[in-house]
């Protein structure tokens, strides 16, 4: 990933426990904040997204928040399933086109 | 609509050997980026396609080249094939500033 750090790089949860991951971005210009999940063997998927004008979104058990000022956001799983284990990575983009992203972080969920 | 398709799939070289893959977008799509991802290095940019115009390039050697179609489809092509060029070869499909679709991936063997 480039110009986007993300916390942790592994987290390992117990089933019905929260997850937070969290990156933090240096181009004051970005407004698009979207989070992808790749499953092993699997292709990235967008699981949320949020943009510049907006400082929370959630999705029933994903939420994603954005502080523009401190130039971070995080993802807040809640109520962790075992299908949740996957990697997970969170992107930044601007009107310029280039999308950037961190390195992922490993989310193990045990049952 | 159909997805983002990418062929071939699978690829075994040898060293020194050149290589093409091919990524067919998302009608309407006009952004085509390609990913390569490896479990030393995780996830990296090579480079995007808009409007048959290389719009942003990562940071990889020139061996690693790419092109863009009047109809959106993209190419990259790597040269003297390394062993470390072994990875799974990502392209991903976009509207301006949206969500990026993911195609199954190329995995490319170098012997």
């Known amino acids: 990933g480039e110009n986007v750090e993300q916390h942790p790089s592994t987290l390992s949860v117990q089933e019905g426990d929260s997850a937070v991951i969290k990156c933090t971005y240096s181009?004051?210009?970005?407004?698009?904040f979207p989070w992808y999940k790749q499953e092993l063997g699997k292709r990235p998927q967008l699981i949320i997204d949020?943009?510049?004008?907006?400082g929370e979104k959630k999705d029933q058990r994903i939420a994603v928040t954005l502080n523009k000022t401190a130039k971070h956001f995080s993802l807040h799983i809640t109520e962790t399933q075992p299908e949740d284990s996957a990697v997970y990575f969170c992107?930044?983009?601007?009107?310029?086109?280039?999308?950037?992203f961190g390195r992922g972080t490993q989310l193990t969920v045990w049952p | 609509k159909a997805g983002v398709t990418q062929t071939p799939r699978y690829l075994i070289k040898t060293r020194g050997q050149q290589v093409t893959l091919s990524c067919s977008p998302i009608?309407?799509?006009?952004?085509v980026s390609w990913y390569q991802q490896t479990p030393g290095q995780g996830l990296q940019f090579l480079f995007e396609y808009f409007s048959e115009t290389q719009r942003n390039k990562g940071n990889f050697p020139g061996r690693f080249s790419g092109r863009q179609f009047s109809n959106s489809r993209s190419e990259m092509n790597v040269s003297t094939l390394e062993l470390g060029d072994s990875a799974l070869y990502l392209c991903?499909?976009?509207?301006?500033?949206?969500?990026?679709?993911f195609g199954p991936g190329t995995r490319l063997t170098v012997t």
């Open positions: 991903a499909s976009s509207m301006r500033e949206s969500e990026q679709y």
């Open positions: 181009d004051s210009a970005s407004n698009y």
């Open positions: 992107w930044e983009g601007s009107t310029l086109g280039r999308l950037y």
């Open positions: 949020i943009r510049s004008n907006v």
């Open positions: 009608s309407g799509h006009r952004s």
